[in-house]
């Protein structure tokens, strides 16, 4: 009888003891794993359009983009691409999250992707804004 009994609590000691290995090992991925905050995504952008002349001689109109001063953006790769054309420029903010990129190729009305990566390596909301003249671009509906 005593025999059964110690059998009983050796069970009940080794099933409570993988029940809470399971438990830690769950909370020991969970704390681990990746955190998703989202990055809010770039505010004012503002595009001006150059002509520049290529090695042909041929004149084509070039869009420059320049973003104001973000905080969440300090010295973040800004990443502008032109949807339509697939093709587009990155960036280096400056320390106050400001920021002008390269001339790029684009078409009055096409849809620009924004979107900055921070110095910790976390990628912001895209932003869909229209390509064109002004002080600050359209949001895309």
Not at 37 to 49: A, M, N
Request: hydrophobic share 40%; charged share 15%; with cysteine.
């Amino acid at each position: 009888m005593k025999l059964q009994g110690a059998s009983s609590r050796r069970r009940t000691t080794f099933r409570l003891v993988r029940l809470l290995s399971c438990v830690f090992g769950a909370w020991v991925l969970w704390a681990c794993g990746p955190v998703y905050i989202p990055v809010p995504p770039p505010g004012e952008v503002s595009f001006t359009s150059t002509l520049l002349t290529d090695a042909t001689g041929n004149t084509q109109t070039y869009w420059i983009a320049a973003g104001g001063p973000n905080g969440n953006a300090a010295n973040a790769t800004f990443f502008i691409t032109d949807e339509q054309r697939g093709s587009g420029v990155i960036t280096r903010a400056r320390a106050d999250g400001s920021f002008v990129a390269p001339p790029m190729e684009g078409t009055p009305g096409d849809q620009v992707g924004v979107y900055f990566q921070s110095v910790s390596g976390r990628d912001s909301v895209t932003a869909c804004v229209i390509l064109g003249d002004g002080p600050m671009a359209a949001h895309c509906q």
